[in-house]
């Protein structure tokens, strides 16, 4: 029986696309080209790159269990919270392509992350340097830039690719010797970071006759220092202070995050300082180092010998 029963013409419908990418390299690019951040079209790309590599027969023909197996293979060796990051980031090109008509549905809604929340309070634990030791990496510091640099970073809870891309445009002079930072962070959002008197004068000695758009922490060649080469600094430096090896510039933000709330700051003030679009983020600097525990409240007479 057919089913035009009114003997009407056929009409044949044809799907609907808001994107004129017609192949998953050009949907990947429009997807990269949706966010604001360059570091984290960067970061978005690679995942991109490696999640296509496991899914030989590309978005538009992917199930759900394709799509499981693709990322299972992409992440294997991953830490859980490398993996999470992953797939959250697989999950929202899935959402970008089927809101946008590329791809015939959402396999991504499928794809469950379990929240790190639980985890989150004792994994920063692990990264949170000591004042003692902070002070220990900034004394062993190898030159003037290599010092200001980490103190710039601890006060200020400075993401790296913020110091780097650091102009002398961005450091207003204010009242009581102090500067303000114009920083720009994720999702290309500013904020107003405020240094204390200390840094902000160790941080004015580094301008000489540096312009108004060069880079406040140069290389030695005069141009913008990398990320990789503070990483490689710090881990030097670290090393020379011989505090723990692990540490990475990112543990100078989680320290201004913990020893800010221990002396007293509000979490509203960490998180305006740091940048973090939800308290939730903030927060768990308070669960990472407790000063109290139910513990403590135990009878001491029982653990006598």
């Not at 913008?224 to 020379?240: D, F, P, Q, S």
């Not at 692990?246 to 320290?255: D, E, M, N, T």
Request: contains cysteine; glycine residues 8%.
């Amino acid at each position: 029986m057919s089913d035009n029963t009114l003997g009407l013409p056929a009409i044949r419908i044809k799907a609907l696309t808001a994107t004129r990418a017609s192949s998953d390299e050009e949907l990947i690019g429009s997807w990269l080209d949706s966010l604001k951040s360059a570091h984290s079209r960067r970061n978005f790309a690679m995942t991109a790159q490696r999640f296509l590599a496991a899914l030989p027969m590309g978005l538009r023909a992917a199930t759900v269990e394709d799509v499981r197996d693709a990322i299972a293979a992409a992440t294997v060796g991953a830490s859980a919270a490398s993996a999470r990051q992953y797939t959250l980031r697989i999950k929202s090109l899935l959402s970008y392509g089927h809101d946008l008509g590329y791809i015939p549905f959402n396999a991504g809604v499928r794809i469950k992350v379990q929240s790190d929340a639980g985890h989150r309070g004792a994994s920063l634990a692990k990264r949170i340097m000591t004042p003692a030791e902070v002070a220990l990496l900034i004394r062993a510091a190898c030159s003037r830039r290599d010092r200001i640099l980490i103190e710039v970073a601890y006060a200020g809870g400075l993401r790296v690719s913020e110091l780097v891309n650091l102009c002398w445009s961005d450091v207003l002079p204010r009242e009581k010797d102090q500067v303000q930072l114009s920083i720009v962070g994720k999702g290309e959002k500013t904020r107003r970071v405020l240094l204390p008197d200390i840094v902000s004068r160790s941080l004015l000695t580094l301008r000489g006759d540096a312009g108004a758009n060069d880079p406040v922490f140069a290389s030695r060649k005069g141009g913008r220092l990398t990320e990789r080469a503070v990483h490689g600094m710090v881990k030097r430096v670290a090393a020379r202070a011989g505090v723990n090896a692990a540490i990475s510039p990112h543990w100078l933000r989680h320290a201004h995050g913990s020893h800010a709330i221990d002396k007293g700051a509000s979490l509203p003030e960490v998180q305006a300082t740091l940048g973090h679009a939800n308290i939730t983020t903030t927060s768990a600097y308070l669960h990472a180092r407790p000063d109290s525990s139910s513990g403590l409240k135990l009878d001491r007479g029982v653990f006598l010998q």
